[in-house]
């Protein structure tokens, strides 16, 4: 399965950044892991704004990924960072403005 994972890497000398974002699209995962991401001293994952996206959406190709794909995106990022001794953080900030059907009205 080819998920898809939307990301920006914003690198300076100190900080590297991955920003996933909501809509979860634009880079398959399969090719996000074989790129070469910049490491930087201080390395964030950082998810947020996911809305209906929990389950991805099977139907629309490439725009498949659901929280497995990111989970596993986040485990060969921890591995990896493991493995080189980089710090390497994973935030999860939840949605900012609407919220989705599980965290906008919870049972």
């Known amino acids: 399965k080819d998920a898809a994972l939307w990301q920006m890497m914003?690198?300076?000398s100190?900080?590297?950044?991955?920003?996933?974002?909501?809509?979860?699209?634009?880079?398959?995962l399969s090719l996000a892991l074989k790129v070469d991401l910049p490491w930087g001293?201080?390395?964030?994952?950082?998810?947020?704004?996911?809305?209906?996206?929990?389950?991805?959406?099977?139907?629309?190709?490439?725009?498949?990924?659901?929280?497995?794909?990111?989970?596993?995106?986040h485990e060969h990022l921890e591995e990896y960072a493991n493995r080189e001794g980089l710090p390497y953080f994973f935030v999860m900030n939840g949605d900012f403005m609407d919220g989705t059907g599980l965290t906008t009205h919870p049972p």
């Not at 100190?14 to 398959?28: D, G, I, M, N, R």
């Not at 998810?47 to 389950?55: A, I």
């Open 41 to 73: 001293d201080i390395n964030v994952l950082v998810l947020t704004d996911v809305h209906s996206w929990v389950n991805g959406h099977s139907a629309n190709e490439p725009y498949d990924a659901d929280y497995g794909a990111v989970l596993s995106f």
């Open 14 to 28: 100190t900080l590297t950044l991955w920003w996933c974002a909501a809509f979860l699209s634009v880079v398959p």
């Open 10 to 12: 914003a690198a300076s």
